[in-house]
């Protein structure tokens, strides 16, 4: 069975300092995933993927995430957050059927 | 900029009420899904179609949930009769033709509230 799990359901970090968001995944077969973005009353964004090849992917505001398949995991980073990166972010892995298996979601609260 | 539009964004009805919620997938897209989202139960797929055909709808509550594509610009969502515990944000999402693609692109949402 495929899951994707995320270890942290919130982050408060101050503004302009380094962000990891956590994610680990279980999948017996091809790898793909994302990182979406939700805002406060608005739909999910795509932020990255990794199909294959290279395993740091770059995204959208800033957002970079390493796969590793070793410790089967695809942390989300930003080396510096704005308070507008408040929000809540998705971990996903291609489920089969172009279904998306998603994580419980992070919080993230940054502060001034 | 294609987008997937919903409609109602919001709706506020009373228990027994039937309530329909539309979906137009961005176009040239042939997979749309159907989410709910709660605080309690995070997000959870309902149904999902491809090339307009129901692939999989084991999510769904099957005596009161219906999903539905007219065509291929239409995707809908019925709830019969709605309950309090419907009361949930309601998405939809496309996905491109490729069938090795996952990628899927959000609606703003259906904010749903029975009371």
């Known amino acids: 069975a495929q899951s994707v799990t995320q270890l942290d359901s919130q982050v408060p970090v101050f503004e302009e300092a380094p962000v990891e968001l956590r994610c680990n995944y279980s999948s017996s077969v091809s790898v793909y995933l994302f990182w979406y973005v939700q805002y406060p009353n608005q739909g999910l964004q795509l932020l990255l993927k990794?199909?294959?090849?290279?395993?740091l992917v770059k995204g959208i505001n800033g957002f970079e995430a390493e796969f590793n398949k070793s410790q089967t995991s695809f942390h989300l980073r930003k080396p510096s957050v704005h308070i507008s990166d408040t929000a809540e972010y998705f971990c996903a892995l291609g489920g089969g059927f172009q279904k998306l298996v998603f994580g419980t979601g992070t919080r993230l609260l940054v502060s001034p | 900029d294609a987008r997937v539009t919903q409609t109602p964004r919001h709706k506020v009805t009373e228990m027994g009420q039937e309530v329909t919620m539309r979906c137009q997938p961005i176009l040239g897209h042939n997979t749309v899904f159907w989410y709910r989202q709660t605080m309690m139960q995070g997000l959870e797929l309902l149904a999902y179609f491809r090339n307009r055909a129901p692939l999989d709808d084991s999510g769904m509550p099957k005596d009161r949930f219906s999903a539905e594509m007219p065509d291929a610009t239409l995707a809908t969502l019925k709830i019969q009769p709605s309950e309090p515990r419907d009361s949930a944000v309601y998405f939809c999402?496309?996905?491109?033709?490729?069938?090795?693609?996952?990628?899927?692109?959000f609606g703003p949402g259906t904010r749903l509230t029975v009371t």
């Open positions: 999402a496309s996905g491109p033709r490729k069938t090795s693609s996952y990628e899927q692109y």
């Open positions: 990794y199909l294959s090849g290279s395993t």
